[in-house]
Every structure is written in structure tokens, then in C-alpha cells.
């Protein structure tokens, strides 16, 4: 299976991923694990809703946290675009694709489309959000990890290609892509429209769910601290993964688990660019996928624990009649701990 090639005109202007809404049974314990752990700026609160930004964020907000009591859910994965008539032209492309687009009112936000992609994922997509000042000159209010920007999304999905198919023809390129050996079965796609290497990842498993967020960090030593911070908060068993550094990358990270168990990552900033045509997607063998990188093997929950989208019924991958493929590679990793 081979990955698609990019599409340089797609049909409307996807800038980058921009915000998500989560839900948690408790908004004020969630409100102050992202603000003291990230350090993430409370922009907004209206009632049972907290409006969540980075410090270097000029727009109102990158994460909402909304009370429910129902399971812990991710309601939505948020993009924007460039300007309003990007979002008329994708109306019409997704009315063409029969995906039942429909404008709805989102708080603080511009004229907002809602459409869920082929495989269920609730999506929207804005031009524009009230704008804010940034808090980044605020040394004296800076906690935890001094969280930035939103950086990335990674979902879970049963089959990646298909999956990453309308994302593709949007105009997402691919920066890096996990092979299995043998076989070259597509496990992974890490993608993206700003000039980083990521904006939305696509990971075999169950799915569709969200896997994880990230925000990104100035430096390793504001990683630890957010670790720290977690410790004292009572949260120390919430840091799943890392501190330890990607081979893809090759960007320092950590996974926490916040108090619903929601999974978001706190990263280095990218250390290179992906503005020019001639950059191709890059092949990593799954089975050697941590050479170059560091850190101790993740627990089994990271590859299997996610966060579900409301109303969406999940489906296992099928295991590829291939030498080696992400259970097999979950295995080897688990057999590591033990």
C-alpha cells in the first residue's frame, strides 16, 4: 500500500488545526490541572464551560472544557481557514461529498461549518475567533509548563489510508509515514498544513478515537517542571510517557493523563520546517521506529487507551497478513517492561 500524493489546489484553504472540546465530569478540577500543569491561560468561564488558551495564543481559545456526566468525550477537532470565503467553498465541498455540512453557533468564534469526515469524526472549521491579548509578556503569571500554542492532534483509526482520504485531499501533506516491514502496510501518517511537520496524526487502532493534543513548550526544563508540578498536584501517576525524545522529529515530549483521562502531550517546538514543495514524506520502519530517539518503552495503555467522539461507533483494525505489524510491535514493546 502505497500513500497518496499530495494535493497542492485543494477545494477550500485549511490553514492549520486550531482547537478542541473536550468534556469533563468536574470543569474546575480539569480548569486547574491544564492551567498549573500546562500553564495554559483561562481566556473565558461561562457557567459550566472554561475557555482555554497558550500563552503565545492571540485567538480567544485552543481548548474548551464543558461539564458532563456522561464518559469523558472529545466533541470536536477544530481547524481554521484562511478567510470567510474558504468557508463558503467548503460548504459546497462537502455538500458534494454528501457529508451533510451545517453552520452552527460556537462562542467566540466567527460564522463556524460542523461536518463529520467519512469515518465520524465531528469536525469544524472557522475563519475566525475574538481576539485576545497574549499573555506571553505576563512573566509573573507564567505556571507549569508555559504551554504556547495548540500544536497537534493525533487520532486512532482502523485503516489509516482511508482514514487520512479526505484530510489528503484538503491539501494536508505528508511529513512521515510508519511502514511494517515486509508488507509496507501503512500504520501511521503524521501530516500537516502550517509550516511544521504536524497537525493531525493518524495512528492504527481502534477507531475512530482521539489518542491525544499537544501544546508546545520553550524548553525541557518547563517539561519538568509541569512533571513536577503534576507530582504535587497528587497527579504523578498521570505522567504516562517520557520525559524522552521522538525519533520522528526528534522533539523532546511527555504524556500526561489529565483527571478525566484525557491524553495530552507537552513538546518542544519542531526543529524544522516544512515550507517547500520538493520536501517528500519520509519512511519509517515500525520495527526500528525508536532508533535515534530515547526514553523508556511506553505503557501498554498509551497504544490502547483514547478518548471517544460522541455517538461514533468504533472499529478494530484488521491484523495484515504482514511479518509485522502495531500489535506486533505493541507486543515487542510490552515484552520490554516485563
Avoid at 33 to 43: C, W
Avoid at 88 to 108: G, M, Q, S
Avoid at 126 to 145: L, Y
Avoid at 263 to 273: K, S, T, V
Wanted: with cysteine.
Amino acid at each position: 500500500m502505497s500513500i497518496p500524493s499530495p494535493v497542492f489546489y485543494p477545494p477550500f484553504n485549511v490553514t492549520r488545526i486550531s482547537h478542541t472540546v473536550i468534556t469533563s465530569r468536574d470543569t474546575v478540577r480539569s480548569r486547574d490541572f491544564y492551567t498549573e500543569v500546562y500553564g495554559l491561560v483561562v481566556t473565558e468561564e461561562e457557567g459550566d464551560v472554561v475557555y482555554l488558551r497558550g500563552i503565545e495564543e492571540a485567538c480567544h481559545h485552543s481548548l474548551v472544557i464543558k461539564r458532563a456526566d456522561t464518559e469523558p468525550l472529545c466533541e470536536v477537532v477544530g481547524f481554521r481557514v484562511l478567510t470567510e470565503e474558504e468557508l463558503e467553498k467548503a460548504e459546497r465541498f462537502f455538500i458534494a461529498e454528501n457529508l451533510a455540512p451545517r453552520w452552527v453557533d460556537a462562542p467566540f468564534q466567527g460564522r463556524t461549518l460542523r461536518v463529520s469526515d467519512p469515518g465520524g469524526v465531528p469536525l469544524e472549521f472557522c475563519a475566525r475567533m475574538d481576539r485576545v491579548d497574549r499573555a506571553d509578556s505576563a512573566h509573573n503569571a507564567h505556571k507549569g509548563a508555559c504551554g504556547l500554542r495548540f500544536d497537534h492532534m493525533q487520532l486512532h483509526a482502523a485503516d489509516v489510508l482511508s482514514a487520512f482520504d479526505l484530510y489528503n485531499r484538503l491539501g494536508f501533506r505528508i511529513s512521515d509515514y510508519m511502514t511494517a516491514p515486509g508488507s509496507k502496510n501503512v500504520l501511521g501518517i503524521f501530516s500537516y498544513r502550517k509550516d511544521i511537520p504536524w497537525d493531525i496524526v493518524f495512528l492504527t487502532g481502534r477507531g475512530p478515537r482521539m489518542h491525544h493534543f499537544a501544546y508546545v513548550t520553550r524548553s525541557f526544563q518547563n517539561m519538568m517542571r509541569a512533571c513536577d508540578i503534576a507530582g504535587q498536584m497528587g497527579y504523578g501517576d498521570a505522567v504516562e510517557r517520557g520525559p524522552g525524545r521522538h525519533t520522528m522529529g526528534h522533539v523532546q515530549y511527555v504524556y500526561l493523563r489529565d483527571p478525566d483521562g484525557h491524553r495530552g502531550e507537552i513538546l518542544l517546538d519542531a526543529p524544522h520546517q516544512m515550507l517547500d514543495m520538493e520536501i517528500e514524506p519520509v519512511e519509517w520502519d515500525v520495527s526500528g521506529i525508536n532508533r535515534g530517539g530515547w526514553g523508556l518503552p511506553a505503557q501498554r495503555s498509551w497504544f490502547e487507551e483514547t478518548s471517544n467522539f460522541p455517538g461514533i461507533e468504533t472499529t478494530a483494525p484488521e491484523k495484515p497478513g504482514a511479518p509485522f505489524s502495531l500489535e506486533d510491535y505493541v507486543e515487542q514493546r510490552a515484552a520490554q517492561q516485563r
